[in-house]
């Protein structure tokens, strides 16, 4: 009972990992405008994201551009673009490989399976927290790298948004939800498997003597008197053999 306690805490905590990264991979907010220098009052606020760009004015209204060319965008944008994409694919395989795996579905249950798939889906949730991480830390590492340029404007420094903060939120649930899950299934899989149990030489088999009492010594039956074949000097009185008194 309690491991499948621990199970479902794992799978939840890597259920709410990949709901974060979902959010992440969808909001603008990586990065937003700096206010410095001449930016420190101003009426519009400048957001970018992995797919589009929005611009918030001080009347409340959004308005966002997607990116219409893929080629044109830098390289450090297209490669977070693919890792976090990739982070969404393995955080769902996981989900649907460890709900295969846990002990309180009824996918295979009482098969010796179960504890692997269970295992596979918390190293999938490792490896999506793990893309996720790269990610949100390739992106601070920029802009940190930016905002101390000291050759670059200040209208074009940007400072870290709210987006990347959920991408290391969202990462660590997963690496948690990872760890939590593998965990309980290497304990499920000591505890199931079989002793090993230690060959012992076979002794002899033992003597048949032992066993089996000897037989008797064979001894040949006597010929009876009456059963002897007469001889044809043979004298007989009456139907009565003389040699049985001789």
């Given amino acids: 009972m309690a491991s499948m306690a621990v199970q479902l805490l794992g799978f939840f905590l890597g259920l709410l990992g990949f709901v974060g990264t979902m959010v992440v991979t969808l ?30 004015h001080s009347t409340g209204i959004y308005q966002c551009e997607v990116y219409r060319s893929l080629l044109a965008l830098p390289q450090d944008l297209q490669a977070a673009r693919a890792l976090m994409v990739l982070s969404c694919i393995t955080s769902a395989l996981a989900s649907l490989v460890s709900v295969m795996g846990m002990k309180c579905t009824r996918f295979a249950r009482g098969s010796l399976i179960k504890s692997p798939l269970a295992m596979s889906g918390g ?20 802009v940190i790298m930016d905002f101390y340029d000291p050759f670059l404007p200040s ?78 000097y043979s004298l007989s009185s009456n139907g009565y053999r003389l040699n049985n008194y001789v």
């Avoid at 490896?127 to 949100?136: E, F, Q, S, W, Y």
């Avoid at 230690?198 to 010929?223: R, T, V």
Wanted: aromatic share 12%; net charge positive; hydrophobic share 35%.
């Fill in 155 to 232: 209208g074009q420094k940007y400072e870290i948004g709210l987006a990347v903060y959920l991408g290391y939120a969202s990462a660590c649930l997963s690496l948690s939800g990872g760890l939590v899950l593998s965990w309980s299934s290497c304990g499920d899989r000591s505890r199931s498997s079989p002793p090993i149990q230690m060959s012992q030489p076979s002794s002899p088999p033992p003597a048949f003597n032992h066993i089996y009492p000897p037989s008797p010594p064979y001894k040949p039956p006597e010929a009876l008197k009456d059963n002897r074949t007469p001889s044809f």
């Fill in 27 to 56: 909001l603008p907010h990586w990065r937003t405008t700096a206010y410095v220098g001449s930016n420190i009052i101003t009426a519009t606020a400048y957001m970018k994201g992995l797919w589009m760009e929005c611009v918030w």
């Fill in 123 to 142: 190293i999938c949730f490792i490896c999506a927290g793990v893309l996720c991480l790269i990610t949100v830390s390739w992106t601070t590492n920029d």
